[in-house]
Nanobody, 130 residues
Framework: DVQLQAYGGGSVQAGGSLRLSCKVS????????IGWFRQAPGKEREREAV??????????YYADSVKGRFTIFCDYGRNTVYLQMNNLEPEDTAVYYC?????????????????????WGQGTLVTVSS
């Protein structure tokens, strides 16, 4: 079974940093794409893309809202993808989820599309205080 374990969330003040981790098992790591998504508090809020990466060639994608502040990267030996979040703002407060796309084709168009992903982790909460 494909399993994703997301961790690294916490509470920080605006301007602070956190690093999220997503450890993946049950798939050939090099063949997949991994995305980070977030959902702000409240049931009215939709899940939105944050960043994504293909493992085999490390193509990277970022939502406009996080460009220049967040960096996605992988550790092949640990089967883990990280999201380094710098200069955090209160608007970044959300539950962050990692997800796997088993066949990351046409990713120039689909990397940040929630419907592209096949498996989801449990989420980790990030709270940014002003």
């Amino acid at each position: 079974d494909v399993q994703l374990q997301a961790y690294g969330g916490g509470s920080v003040q605006a301007g602070g940093s956190l690093r999220l981790s997503c450890k993946v098992s049950g798939v050939v790591f090099k063949d997949i794409g991994i995305g980070w998504f977030r959902q702000a508090p409240g049931k009215e809020r939709e899940r939105e893309a944050v960043s994504a990466i293909t493992i085999i060639d490390e193509s990277k994608y970022y939502a406009d809202s996080v460009k220049g502040r967040f960096t996605i990267f992988c550790d092949y030996g640990r089967n883990t993808v990280y999201l380094q979040m710098n200069n955090l703002e209160p608007e970044d407060t959300a539950v962050y989820y990692c997800a796997v796309d088993s066949v990351p084709t046409a990713w120039d168009e689909e990397a940040l599309g929630v419907s592209e992903y096949d498996y989801w982790g449990q989420g980790t909460l990030v709270t940014v205080s002003s």
